[in-house]
DNA sequence: TTTAGCATGCGAGAT
DNA sequence: GCATGCTAAA
């Protein structure tokens, strides 16, 4: 059933074919410069390669000589090697990266992509071995939970108690481990009020009505097939003579399943990776399938590449100290042949205000050069944060002050509502089936079609077995609606036919006979198409008269996206690389600072770095902790080591005492990471006008003397009776608003949140929002507490204060 | 059908 | 502190 010689990608690249001994004569440029190991990595063609690949060591080049040597070597042609990459951003780099390495551009490397892209190619090719027809459409998130709303809705589950959300993360969760409906582990059997894997088998069987696939199914189908038609796996097995894989330390079970499909057999297959910098596990990625690299594929070639380009001496120390806290590391050593630097600089600040006022201070400092150093200007520094909120006080704080940022990551372009509302839009004149679509738009603007006119919709579609377009023009032509809404769903009924008209090619693609009614000169350019349906619907006009201060930047928004048409030849294929595709990064002139979470920061490098909020509970993350325990930990610590890796010449760490979470005030003590910092290469600094007032005792007044007498005040804590004291952790919560400037306080949150059950049953409690109450159940960090106006709740130990038995409180 | 007003919940986010 | 999502009123 292949449609393997018709394929463009199979036959594109037979350009050169110059003997092999005449193509291993050619010269290398590629190799100069590269160090032994990179060398190495890169000549090791045959069998299975591990390229582990610390921070800054020069990964990508390593990895773009390769295919480079590949090519020049005549191992393989463009068209047989198959590369994979997480992102678009880095298929695109490799693509560019190879090219010029190569000193021309790359024809053919069809199957240079993203796990994704190279899923879709295939499925499209075989879509039939799965049911699906080649022109299945790929649902995004807001598709998938908008579908299994109306499962949930259908199951009568109580939609408010089980969000479709949290339905969808469980069901992408068992995809990312490769787990079809029928395979659903009793463990994973209570899942989403016992009815997930119920509701997982409908859905899948829902996608498949719709002709429709989401992300997970994308590996998953390809999966199938392979497994399942032994001859095709077969050939493509032959076909890609040689496989590389980008981040394998990100790879989840189904991504690792279909390299093994594929690999077996030549088992030339070189994975790029590096395990500490796995930081990805919440979103299904398994450090495991890095670890086990060398059992998995047996006789696989380890290639260490540890030698930094990237930072000085000290920073990358200090995140070697960092690092080396985690067990269970492959274990690399990074070193540099440059200078030392300047010390990874250390400073406590009073609140998150102050801390970005201090940094908005530091960065104009820099601006100008100090401590000897050359200026360093807005765009060499980037501010990396555990979590987005972290951002606002820098946003703040430099709107105030005028320094230029930007931020990213956050609600990216295709993302946003009016884009999804216009592509909605062209997709239901693409594709009139496209229920989904229909749904987002037949009341986007309001055309007074509400709930109930769209369940007489959905109601004729479904006892009729048409889609909704069409259901919707029977309850228009049937009198099954009537008023306002009918005539104007009538007017948009009419105005999609006539948009599909106008689109040219594609009426020609499903019918030749239609052409001749149709005057060639109603046919439009999708550019002109994409406004005139914007028009027409009234969509532009909802935002015109749109009085939010959002309404002018959304009509930018859609300007940009009529724009964005340009580079495609039509709609169809828009909306097909769309669904693929996310960043949309506009540069632009001036020079600003980045403000980023550390996750978006991973494969970046600035020249200064600050890494603000370094305090237990933000970072690491309590949250992580609570749920995956020392896993979760761990994850978080790889995460400290990304960030600190990202500075180039001065890595910059600080913390509050004392933060807004959720809008109520709380004290903060300082992340157990900043223990695990070498003191020899950090610098610790001290916050103007904080400790002016307190003669003497400098060492203890410093925030991270803690690091360097810890033994010590581990016993003084110990004797202080730190785990029995219910008061304790509020007498430290207290102490620490005013007094975080005591070390012994810093230390003794780091062995109190070892001694996590500091309450017991029976004690009496207060918390911020639920008021007082006595604990019933103790297990680990999570209470259960029976609050005496609030109910019983579950909550986490932190965020309970010990009230004593006459009730008084804290605050 | 639309809207205003209160309850709820909160980490990172590619494809 | 803020965004989201539902109930109640217009």
Redesign the pocket.
Known sequence: MSSFDDSEAFEAASAVSLSAQAMAARPKPYLDGLNPAQRDAVQRLDGPVLMLAGAGTGKTRALTARIAHLLTTGAARPNEILAVT????AAREMRGRVAQLMGQSIEGMPWLG?F??ICVKLLRRHAELVGLKSNFTILD?DDQVRLMKQLINAAGID??RWPARQLA?II?GWKNRALTPDKIPAADAGAFNRQGPALYAEYQARLKTLNAVD?GDLLLHVIEIFQKNDDLLEQYRRWFRYILVDEYQDTNVAQYLWLRLLAQGHMNICCVGDDDQSIYG???AEVGNILRFEKDFPGAHVVRLEQNYRSTGHILSAASGVIAANKGRLGKTLWTEGEDGEKVRLIGHWDGEEEARWVGEEIEAMGHGTRGMDPIRPDGIAILV????QMRAFEDRFLTIGLPYRVI?GP?FYERMEIRDAMAYFRVVVSPEDDLAFERIV?TP?????????ATIQKLARTNGVSLVEGARLAVDSGALGGK?AKELRALLERVARWRSMMAGAVAATSDDLIEDMGAGDRLSHIELAEVILDESGYTAHWQNDKTPEAPGRLENLKELVKALESFENLQGFLEHVS????NEQEDSEPKVTL??L??AKGLEFPAVFLPGWEDGLFP?Q??MD?TGLK?LEEERRLAYVGITRAERLCTISFAGNR?V??QWQSQLPSRFIDELPAEHVEVLTPPGLYGHQGGMAASASPVSGMMRGSDLHEQAARADVYNSPGWRRLQANQGRFGMRQPSEAKGITIDAEAVSVFSEGDRVFHQKFGYGSIISVEGDKLGVRFDKAGEKHVVGRFLVAADAAGDVPF
């Open positions: 997480f992102t678009n951003k993203t994704h892209a998130t939609e408010k993360s992408d992300f919440w979103r299904g555990r979590a987005s909120h990551g990216r009341n309001k055309r007074g079609l509400g709930d109930k006119a769209q809404g693929l595709i996310m960043d980023m979470t996750h978006a993350s949250r992580s749920e979760g807004r959720y809008g």
